[in-house]
């Protein structure tokens, strides 16, 4: 409340003049607790305490967004009379973590040691979750590596101490067949100067080799070419392919005999 005295020119006394100022208070805003999440967690901002709310750094009130960095959000509020107040929230951003897995291979009826590589984050992860593995293949749990006799592809996520979790990493575990040799079959002799062809029921590609030339020659197809009476042992050989490495062998005896074409 005011009192004023006005005087009034030529003498003629004064006037008192009384009025209310009414001051309003300030509306005192809460932008909400400051909080630590995960890069790329969805978060909203909400201010009380007011009518309209404005928010600094791109945020919208009551909008969700997904946060990237660490920021302090201030929002100015105003009230019905045009009062206003500021207050801050800071959102602190952790890093996710990432991981890779490797693509080992293994011979048949072996196994071979998959591993996931965990970088990034908190520096220190808890939890690993094998989320793909082939059908058939058991749950490995919460292990980084372990081993595994099956193809295919394995793909884990992990957790770090600051409970981010990172996006899923893959690899694919291959299985190589160990070489077959087969059984041989095909007739047994054949004379001098003249040929039998042997087969196998095993991979292709494998090679034919002779105890001894000087009895009987086999080329690259099976074909036996007696050369002097005698016996020999053919043996069909399929090589082993990496990581495989011992070779598949079948052996049979040919009799050559003396009898020759005139």
Same mark, same amino acid.
């Given at each position: 409340?005011?009192?004023?005295?006005? &005087?009034?020119?030529?003498?003629?006394?004064?006037?008192? !003049?009384?009025?209310?100022?009414?001051?309003?208070?300030? &509306? =005192? $805003?809460?932008?909400?607790?400051?909080?630590?999440?995960?890069?790329?967690?969805?978060?909203?901002?909400?201010?009380?305490?007011?009518?309209?709310?404005?928010?600094?750094?791109?945020?919208?009130?009551?909008?969700?967004?997904?946060?990237?960095?660490?920021?302090?959000?201030?929002?100015?509020? =105003?009230?019905?009379?045009?009062?206003?107040?500021?207050? !801050?929230?800071?959102?602190?951003?952790?890093?996710? &973590?990432?991981?890779?897995?490797?693509?080992?291979?293994?011979?048949? #009826?072996?196994?071979? @040691?998959?591993?996931?590589?965990?970088?990034?984050?908190? #520096?220190? /992860?808890?939890?690993?979750?094998?989320?793909?593995? &082939?059908?058939?293949?058991?749950?490995?749990?919460?292990?980084?590596?372990?081993?595994? +006799?099956?193809?295919?592809?394995?793909?884990?996520?992990?957790?770090?101490?600051?409970?981010?979790?990172?996006?899923?990493?893959?690899? @694919?575990?291959?299985?190589?067949?160990?070489?077959?040799? +087969?059984?041989?079959?095909?007739?047994?002799?054949?004379?001098?100067?003249?040929? =039998?062809?042997?087969?196998?029921?095993?991979?292709?590609?494998?090679?034919?080799?002779?105890?001894?030339?000087?009895?009987?020659?086999?080329?690259?197809?099976?074909?036996?070419?007696? $050369?002097? !009476?005698?016996?020999?042992?053919? @043996? /069909?050989?399929?090589?082993?392919?990496?990581?495989?490495?011992?070779?598949? @062998?079948?052996? /049979?005896?040919?009799?050559?005999?003396?009898?020759?074409?005139?």
């Amino acid at each position: 409340t005011f009192n004023y005295t006005i &005087p009034l020119t030529g003498g003629c006394g004064s006037v008192n !003049a009384t009025g209310t100022i009414t001051v309003n208070p300030n &509306p =005192t $805003v809460n932008a909400g607790s400051d909080i630590t999440v995960c890069d790329g967690t969805s978060i909203t901002l909400v201010g009380t305490g007011a009518s309209t709310y404005s928010w600094d750094n791109g945020a919208v009130n009551g909008a969700s967004f997904n946060a990237s960095n660490t920021t302090t959000y201030t929002v100015t509020a =105003t009230d019905g009379n045009g009062c206003t107040d500021t207050d !801050a929230v800071t959102i602190t951003v952790n890093s996710l &973590p990432s991981v890779s897995v490797n693509s080992p291979s293994s011979c048949s #009826g072996s196994s071979a @040691t998959v591993t996931a590589t965990a970088s990034g984050g908190s #520096g220190t /992860y808890s939890t690993y979750s094998w989320v793909t593995r &082939p059908g058939g293949v058991s749950d490995p749990g919460n292990n980084a590596s372990f081993s595994s +006799g099956t193809a295919g592809t394995y793909g884990v996520t992990v957790t770090d101490n600051n409970s981010c979790t990172s996006s899923e990493g893959q690899g @694919t575990v291959t299985v190589q067949a160990q070489p077959n040799a +087969g059984t041989i079959s095909g007739t047994n002799n054949t004379n001098i100067g003249q040929t =039998t062809s042997l087969s196998s029921d095993g991979d292709n590609g494998g090679a034919w080799t002779s105890s001894n030339d000087g009895i009987a020659t086999v080329n690259s197809s099976g074909v036996v070419t007696g $050369v002097s !009476a005698g016996n020999v042992t053919i @043996t /069909y050989t399929v090589s082993a392919t990496s990581p495989c490495s011992t070779d598949a @062998t079948d052996t /049979y005896a040919v009799t050559v005999n003396s009898s020759t074409i005139s």
